[in-house]
């Protein structure tokens, strides 16, 4: 089932009992759901069929950043198990992007193909440290024009950098954006944060929200209150 929600809930759980506890709680009209690094390495792909028969689009969130062949060879396996959408990391470099986005047009395969720009938990010290001496704003903008060129659908970046983005690379380039705490909710991990009805103004396309929602005591309200943020 296809959703006009913007929301993509992430399944970041140990088990996949625990994952579908959850994703049964959840209506595939009002949100899709994101698989991660952590779930999928327990469970496999038997979690993208179990959320697929439950009528869930997927958003499979393995951040794939590795040498042009294999980085096509994972994209290709993801997408031919009907993800709606996929990641890579733009730092993996143009030749890494560009192998992926034609290894999906050779196949046919329509999976979104999305980069990771700046991890919505980094700063500039924690940018500094890897030896990047820009900002996140500058640094984003910087590896979205790559993703962009390198035949991106969009890209992962924070609340913060979208509206830029939007100027840079147009309305149609997806900016799908974690970091995304509602007013009730703690920060986390996460250090560049918006609330949801503020990320969409500021022109993302899609928010991914974890924990605000899979560890609120209620997690329908939860998500009820993030929608009624959104109206
Ligand atoms: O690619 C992602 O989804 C992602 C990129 C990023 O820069 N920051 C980020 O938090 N994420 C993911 O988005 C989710 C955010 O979860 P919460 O912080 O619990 O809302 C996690 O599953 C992260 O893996």
């Given at each position: 089932m296809s959703t006009a929600s913007p929301l993509i809930i992430a399944?970041?759980?140990?088990?996949l009992d625990a994952a579908l506890c959850m994703a049964d709680r959840l209506d595939p009209s009002r949100c899709r759901l994101k698989v991660g690094k952590e779930l999928f390495t327990r469970s496999g792909p038997d979690v993208l069929d179990a959320l697929h028969g439950r009528g869930f689009e997927v958003?499979?969130?393995?951040?794939f950043h590795d040498i042009p062949a294999t980085v096509a060879g994972a994209v290709q396996a993801a997408a031919e198990q009907g993800v709606w959408m996929v990641n890579v990391h733009a730092a993996g470099g143009r030749r890494m992007m560009e192998a992926a986005r034609s290894r999906l047009d050779t196949h046919g395969l329509v999976t979104h193909l999305i980069a990771v720009t700046v991890l919505t938990s980094m700063e500039a010290d924690d940018l500094a440290e890897v030896g990047?001496?820009?900002?996140p704003a500058e640094q984003v903008e910087r590896l979205a024009q790559l993703a962009f060129d390198s035949g991106m659908d969009g890209v992962v970046c924070s609340a913060q950098e979208a509206a830029a983005l939007r100027t840079r690379c147009?309305?149609?380039?997806l900016k799908v954006t974690p970091g995304i705490r509602p007013s009730f909710a703690d920060a986390f991990d996460q250090r560049r944060i918006m609330t949801p009805a503020k990320a969409m103004a500021a022109g993302s396309t899609h928010l991914v929200v974890g924990r605000p929602v899979t560890q609120a005591a209620d997690p329908m309200a939860a998500l009820a209150a993030i929608e009624s943020e959104l109206a």
């Amino acid at each position: 089932m296809s959703t006009a929600s913007p929301l993509i809930i992430a399944l970041d759980y140990a088990s996949l009992d625990a994952a579908l506890c959850m994703a049964d709680r959840l209506d595939p009209s009002r949100c899709r759901l994101k698989v991660g690094k952590e779930l999928f390495t327990r469970s496999g792909p038997d979690v993208l069929d179990a959320l697929h028969g439950r009528g869930f689009e997927v958003f499979l969130d393995l951040k794939f950043h590795d040498i042009p062949a294999t980085v096509a060879g994972a994209v290709q396996a993801a997408a031919e198990q009907g993800v709606w959408m996929v990641n890579v990391h733009a730092a993996g470099g143009r030749r890494m992007m560009e192998a992926a986005r034609s290894r999906l047009d050779t196949h046919g395969l329509v999976t979104h193909l999305i980069a990771v720009t700046v991890l919505t938990s980094m700063e500039a010290d924690d940018l500094a440290e890897v030896g990047v001496n820009a900002s996140p704003a500058e640094q984003v903008e910087r590896l979205a024009q790559l993703a962009f060129d390198s035949g991106m659908d969009g890209v992962v970046c924070s609340a913060q950098e979208a509206a830029a983005l939007r100027t840079r690379c147009g309305d149609d380039f997806l900016k799908v954006t974690p970091g995304i705490r509602p007013s009730f909710a703690d920060a986390f991990d996460q250090r560049r944060i918006m609330t949801p009805a503020k990320a969409m103004a500021a022109g993302s396309t899609h928010l991914v929200v974890g924990r605000p929602v899979t560890q609120a005591a209620d997690p329908m309200a939860a998500l009820a209150a993030i929608e009624s943020e959104l109206a």
